[in-house]
């Protein structure tokens, strides 16, 4: 029995018999369009759909060296915090006539190399990085290919190419200063271990040991967080000490953390009070409202994707380091 699969993949010739036009017309239609009349142009895109023609976007940008590909790399997309960002940049990219390759790294930076080093084997027209520290193999391997990279979630004044994001020693700081003004001094930390939150964790400990305040007590949780590891964080800590306040890494974490210290008959925040990070969605409609600190994750996405779609077209920029900023938002929970 004849197997029905194609013995091979519809050709640009294959679209210009359908069509009853040259492969050159077929060939313009399909990568300058808006040189084209519109009339042929759907006669073009009419055979595509019939012979089920996948254009080859790589081939037919080499003359222009454009790929119309993004690659974008984060550390996890089972994170709400990325969410927010990672589909804005793929909406504004869109917008400039982009596509978004989204790809996973962990939390390590020899996969985040080995990554990127196959990405570029795409020729992708820019990257996205998430977060300042990388490898020197990554390093070498971006300055080599000698494209546009725009850096995320963090902040330095010496970014490999474009950079947008912010403090997060300054938002542990502010954190910091937060608890010595509302009277917080026994202070617990449910923290995950990555680098950004070490930052914050550095920031807010020079805050508490500059008035006198030892480092506070803290367990660690493995990522990605989630409810359950907020509820057995603080069923941890309250076994350490008496804490009058429980600062979490993220919103999840401190959710969980209001649930497990509810289901111990507490008050929150008259026996414990508990902040988050992020402003996740739900942290202002929880009960109690959770104190956090609110990060514009999606104008982070339209800022990435505008820096690098403008540097791509030679658009002309004054600004390639963008800090975002943060706000603390004091709600019911502290």
């Known amino acids: ?17 359908t069509a009853g036009l040259s492969s050159m017309t077929v060939s313009r239609a399909l990568n300058t369009p808006q ?20 254009p080859n976007a790589l081939a037919g940008g080499l003359a222009s060296r454009r790929s119309r590909l993004i690659a974008v790399v984060v550390p996890q997309i089972n994170n709400n915090m990325f969410v927010d960002t990672i589909q804005t940049l793929s909406d504004e990219l869109a917008l400039r006539g982009y596509h978004m390759l989204l790809c996973v790294a962990g939390y390590t930076q020899q996969t985040e190399s080995e990554l990127v080093a196959t990405l570029l084997s795409r020729r992708p027209d820019g990257v996205v990085l998430t977060g300042i520290h990388h490898s020197p193999a990554l390093k070498k391997i971006i300055l080599n290919a000698a494209i546009p990279v725009v850096e995320i979630w963090d902040l330095t004044p010496t970014p490999l190419d474009m950079l947008v994001g912010f403090s997060h020693e300054k938002i542990g700081m502010a954190t910091g200063e937060f608890l010595l003004r509302k009277g917080y001094r026994r202070a ?29 007590g803290q367990v660690d949780v493995p990522l ?15 076994t350490q000490e008496n804490y009058d306040v429980i600062v979490c890494s993220s919103d999840t974490l401190a959710q969980g953390a209001i649930m497990e210290a509810e289901s111990r008959g507490m008050i929150v925040p008259r026996d414990l009070a508990v902040i988050g990070f992020g402003d996740l969605d739900f942290a202002a409609s929880n009960r109690p409202a959770i ?26 920029r004054d600004e390639s380091i963008i800090d975002i900023g943060f706000h603390l938002i004091e709600r019911e929970s502290a």
């Open 188 to 216: 617990g930390l449910l923290w995950t271990a990555d680098r950004r939150a070490a930052q914050r964790k550095q920031g807010l400990c020079e805050v508490l040991s500059r008035h006198g305040i030892g480092e506070p």
């Open 35 to 54: 040189l084209v009349r519109p009339k042929t142009v759907e006669k073009v895109m009419q055979a595509v759909r019939v012979t089920g023609y996948i």
């Open 291 to 316: 104190t956090t600190v609110s990060i514009d994750r999606r104008d982070i996405g339209c800022r990435a994707a505008t820096l690098l779609a403008d540097r791509i077209e030679g658009v002309e």
């Open 1 to 17: 029995m004849k197997s029905s699969k194609p013995t091979r993949a519809p050709t640009l010739d294959d679209v210009a018999r």
């Open 224 to 238: 990605p967080a989630s409810l359950a590891l907020g509820r057995s964080g603080l069923a941890q800590l309250l």
